[in-house]
């Protein structure tokens, strides 16, 4: 996929709407932040990373988008410890589906989710994890 490619081109009588794919991966990104058991997106260079540690999101950091005849968005994902990874990622995958559709008109064919990485837990998170067992 190339940087500059555009994913939808549509003409309206008051000019061109285009959508890169740079924002499906920040819509897709953005979808995953508050499901529990989501630590983050995987990690997509050293330099996602040093973003990260200096507290700056980067929402398409773990994102993939391939662009053809449809749409396929793959996700990798860094998942708290405890949490069932087949729950979270169909958790996942309706989330970025139904948010990227809803946002761009575009038909979601498929969301593939990579599990990355497992974090052990501290503190306030502990607490989540505890709130979403008993729930």
């Known amino acids: 996929m190339m940087v500059d490619e555009i994913v939808m081109n549509e003409n ?14 920040v819509i897709a990104g953005y979808a995953v ?3 529990p058991g989501v630590v983050g997106l995987g990690s997509g260079s050293v330099m996602g990373d040093i973003s990260s540690w200096l507290g700056r999101s980067n929402f398409r950091k773990g994102v993939r988008v391939e662009l053809g005849e449809r749409v396929e968005i793959e996700v990798s994902l860094v998942v708290s410890y405890g949490f069932a990874l087949p729950k979270v990622g169909r958790q996942v995958q309706e989330k970025v589906k139904s ?15 990579r599990v990355e990485d497992v974090k052990l837990m501290q503190g ?3 607490d989540k994890l505890l709130e979403a067992e008993s729930s």
């Open 12 to 25: 309206t009588g008051l000019g061109k709407i285009e959508i890169s794919p740079e924002v499906i991966q």
């Open 33 to 35: 932040k508050d499901i």
């Open 99 to 113: 948010s990227v559709e809803m946002m761009t008109g575009l038909e979601v064919e498929q969301v593939l989710v």
């Open 124 to 126: 306030e998170q502990e």
